[in-house]
């Protein structure tokens, strides 16, 4: 039924303006859309991420974006924490253990930080 149907990530925010400018200016994802009700869509490879006001913002308590960044995770990172970004720390994921801000699973590395709401985005290279 689904299984070639283009799907997108949605996110709910507080302040439009706020997440916009972090989306946009902190991560560099490009405004695709906009409109006056509080939707911003941004382009974020072939896919959208949907950011939208909402009272419900940020009670998500799990991942809400995930990207592989493939290779380039620990540049990535590196500019992010430029940018100001704090990362997320898990140490209590069985075979993990912590390189800095990154996660390392075998060959598996992966990184989370929140947006100004809460949100939990993840990168990983895989």
Request: charge should be negative.
């Amino acid at each position: 039924m689904l299984k070639d149907k283009s799907s997108s990530a949605i996110v709910a925010v507080h302040d439009i303006d706020r997440a916009k400018k972090f989306y946009r200016d902190v991560l560099g994802l490009e405004v695709d859309q906009e409109d006056m009700d509080g939707v911003v869509v941004f382009r974020t490879g072939g896919t959208s991420l949907v950011v939208y006001a909402s009272e419900m913002a940020g009670s998500n308590r799990a991942n809400a974006v995930v990207w592989d960044v493939g290779d380039e995770i620990d540049d990535i990172t590196s500019d992010l924490r430029r940018e100001g970004v704090a990362f997320e720390h898990y140490e209590d994921m069985p075979g993990v253990v912590l390189d800095g801000d990154v996660h390392v699973a075998g060959d598996m590395r992966m990184v989370w930080f929140k947006d100004p709401d809460g949100n939990i985005l993840h990168l990983n290279n895989m």
